[in-house]
């Protein structure tokens, strides 16, 4: 007898556009989502949205929901952590682009062809119209009230997970 597994979507992949940290193309990412039976795949490339074109042909021929994306390491935080943004619509991909632009322009400041996101720098109110993933680095869970009492994410933008004592749970994504 065979089991149904429950719809499953992954919300943060990379492809071989996140330079030393993706190895697939973003085809080869749609095609195994396709054949692990997922409902969706987000390609979420570090600071860029070069994977989402392939990604997007492929997922219209293999007829699964992609979610276009970015992911952004930010520094001098409450703690190291990244985010991954996935747009709701037209005006939140827009706000994406425009945080992608403004980091590309604040990390060619320090080296050329890089990125900087950082706390208290970065605009992340301007992403409305995103949702927003607060994902820890080295299995060092977040503390959510920080999050939700800062203006920084916006008003609307953080709802805190109520895992492990309070704590956001640690993940890689």
């Excluded at 062809?113 to 950082?118: E, P």
Aim: proline letters at 4%.
């Amino acid at each position: 007898m065979r089991t149904l597994l429950p719809a499953y979507a992954e919300l943060h992949a990379l492809s071989n556009f996140s330079f030393q940290r993706g190895a697939s193309h973003a085809e080869e990412l749609v095609e195994r989502a396709v054949a692990l039976g997922y409902q969706a795949l987000a390609i979420t490339d570090e600071c860029s949205v070069s994977g989402v074109v392939r990604a997007h042909v492929a997922a219209q021929k293999h007829r699964i929901k992609l979610l276009p994306g970015a992911e952004f390491l930010v520094h001098e935080s409450p703690g190291l952590f990244r985010l991954v943004v996935l747009p709701h619509d037209a005006r939140g991909w827009g706000n994406l682009c425009e945080v992608i632009t403004a980091a590309r322009q604040a990390g060619d400041a320090l080296e050329k062809g890089s990125y900087r996101v950082a706390w208290n720098e970065t605009d992340f109110a301007s992403l409305s119209h995103c949702e927003v993933l607060l994902c820890p680095l080295l299995n060092k869970p977040i503390d959510s009230e920080v999050f939700a009492s800062s203006s920084r994410l916006g008003t609307s933008a953080v709802r805190p997970a109520r895992l492990a004592g309070g704590r956001v749970a640690s993940g890689h994504g």
